[in-house]
C-alpha cells in the first residue's frame, strides 16, 4: 500500500530564510518508508539537509543516508518512531526542520479460516471468517480486512503437485496478478463468495490498518468443487455363481456326490468342477 503526504510543518523559522517552497513527500508499504524532499529553495548551493530517525524505545536519535533528496528505511523493529528532516542556509545562518511521526505495528494472530459449503449442489460456495488481530479491542476501527481472489491458466496449468506444494515465495516471484484472473472481492471480516467457476483459485487475504498505513497479507490455495482422484481401471464385482446340477464321469445328472467316485458339478455361469468324495 502507498501513502503520499505533503508536510510543510517547520519547528524553526527565520526572516533571513524563505522556507516556503520546501516540502516533503512520504511513500510506505507496510515497514518500508521513503521519504523525498523538495523545493526551489534547495538550488541554492549555501543550502544543505539532513534526514535523522528518533527511536523512542532506545531514546537514540540516527542520522540515515540520502541520494538526491530520497531517503529510505525500512523498520525491522515494531515501536514509535520520529523522522526529522533538518534543513539550514549556511550563509544566512538560520535553518528549519520538517518532522513525521511514525508507528510500526505487528500483526500477531492474523489468520483466515475457509469453509467450503458441504452440499456438493452448492459447492461454488465458500465461507471466509478473518480472524481479529491479538492486541487489538473487538471495535477498533483502524482495521480493516479484504479478500481477493484470482484464478487463470498460471494456476491451472500446474500438476498436483507443484499446486500443492507452492509457497508465498514463488506466487510473490512468478505470478502477475493479471486482470484477467481476477474473480472479486470482499470487504468484511466474515464473508461469504460464490464462484462461477470450479478450478483453482488463489486467495489474498489482507489486513489493512489504515490509521497508520500498513498491512500485512497471506495466500491460500482453494480447489472450487474438487473431485476425487480417477483412474482408468475399472473393476467389476463377480457375484459368486450358484450350483445348478451335479453329474457323474459318464454324464448323468444325480443329486447327491457319490461316495469314492467324481462328480461333476454345473454353475450358474456355465463353470464347471470335479469333486471326488471320499
Request: with cysteine; glycine share 6%.
Amino acid at each position: 500500500m502507498t501513502l503520499v503526504l505533503t508536510l510543510m510543518t517547520a519547528l524553526s523559522l527565520s526572516a533571513k530564510c524563505d522556507w516556503s517552497t520546501l516540502k516533503l513527500q512520504q511513500w510506505n508499504e507496510r515497514n518500508y518508508y521513503k521519504w523525498y524532499v523538495s523545493g526551489k529553495v534547495l538550488d541554492d548551493t549555501c543550502v544543505d539537509y539532513m534526514f535523522m530517525i528518533y527511536d523512542f524505545q532506545t531514546k537514540k536519535t540516527d542520522t540515515v543516508n540520502s541520494y538526491r533528496g530520497i531517503c529510505e528505511v525500512q523498520f525491522n523493529v515494531k515501536g514509535k518512531y520520529k523522522m526529522y528532516l533538518k534543513v539550514w542556509n549556511k550563509c544566512e545562518k538560520c535553518d528549519t526542520a520538517l518532522y513525521r511521526p511514525l508507528e510500526i505495528i505487528k500483526f500477531p494472530g492474523a489468520n483466515v479460516t475457509v469453509t467450503p459449503s458441504v452440499n456438493p449442489l452448492s459447492c461454488k460456495k465458500y465461507k471466509f471468517e478473518m480472524s481479529y488481530i491479538k492486541g487489538y479491542p473487538l471495535k477498533d476501527t483502524c482495521m480493516e480486512y479484504y479478500l481477493a481472489f484470482y484464478s487463470g491458466p498460471w494456476m491451472a496449468k500446474m500438476t498436483q503437485g507443484e499446486w500443492d506444494s507452492l509457497t508465498d515465495y514463488q506466487i510473490g516471484m512468478e505470478y502477475g496478478f493479471p486482470d484477467d484472473d481476477y474473480l472479486g472481492y470482499t470487504q468484511t471480516r466474515l464473508a461469504e463468495f460464490t464462484f462461477k467457476d470450479s478450478g483453482r483459485v488463489l486467495m489474498i487475504a489482507q489486513w489493512w490498518n489504515k490509521c497508520v498505513s500498513q498491512d500485512t497479507f497471506m495466500f491460500r490455495r482453494l480447489d472450487v468443487c474438487k473431485t476425487g482422484p480417477t483412474s482408468n481401471i475399472v473393476t467389476f464385482n463377480r457375484p459368486e455363481p450358484k450350483l445348478v446340477a451335479m453329474y457323474d464321469i459318464m454324464g448323468r445328472p444325480v443329486h447327491n456326490a457319490r461316495e469314492n467316485e467324481i462328480t461333476i458339478y454345473l454353475y450358474s455361469d456355465g463353470s464347471t468342477r470335479k469333486v471326488f468324495k471320499k
